[in-house]
């Protein structure tokens, strides 16, 4: 079974930095397409972005372009997101899921982390 274990949430201030991390174990790490979603409460979950098995394609909402980037490190079974600019409507939990096909829907996503707090504070 595919474990997801994300670290790397806090509190930051409007325009502040984080970097989550999301470590992979019990699978094949590389075959599997890599996305990040977040929820805030009374919201439904959203897709972030999301990164191919290789690294070479990436996608991210239209909300965080410029702003958040995606990556992976199949040698240490990790996918990031870097987070920079981050603005109070930012905060939310942010999980990490794996899948084995390209979806920005959740339900297309197999495994998921337990989500790690985000919160911008204005």
């Known amino acids: 079974q595919v474990q997801l274990v994300e670290s790397g949430g806090g509190l930051v201030q409007a325009g502040g930095s984080l970097r989550l991390s999301c470590a992979a174990s019990?699978?094949?790490?590389?075959?599997?397409?890599m996305g990040w979603f977040r929820q805030a409460p009374g919201k439904e979950r959203e897709f972030v972005a999301a990164?191919?098995?290789?690294?070479?394609?990436?996608n991210s909402r239209n909300s965080v372009k410029g702003r958040f980037t995606i990556s992976r490190d199949n040698a240490k079974n990790t996918v990031y997101l870097q987070m920079d600019s981050l603005q109070p409507e930012d905060t939310a939990v942010y999980y990490c899921?794996?899948?084995?096909?390209?979806?920005?829907?959740?339900?297309?996503?197999?495994?998921w982390g337990q989500g790690t707090q985000v919160t911008v504070s204005s």
């Open positions: 019990g699978g094949t790490f590389s075959s599997y397409v």
């Open positions: 899921a794996a899948a084995k096909r390209v979806d920005t829907s959740p339900r297309g996503y197999d495994y």
């Open positions: 990164i191919s098995w290789s690294g070479g394609n990436t």
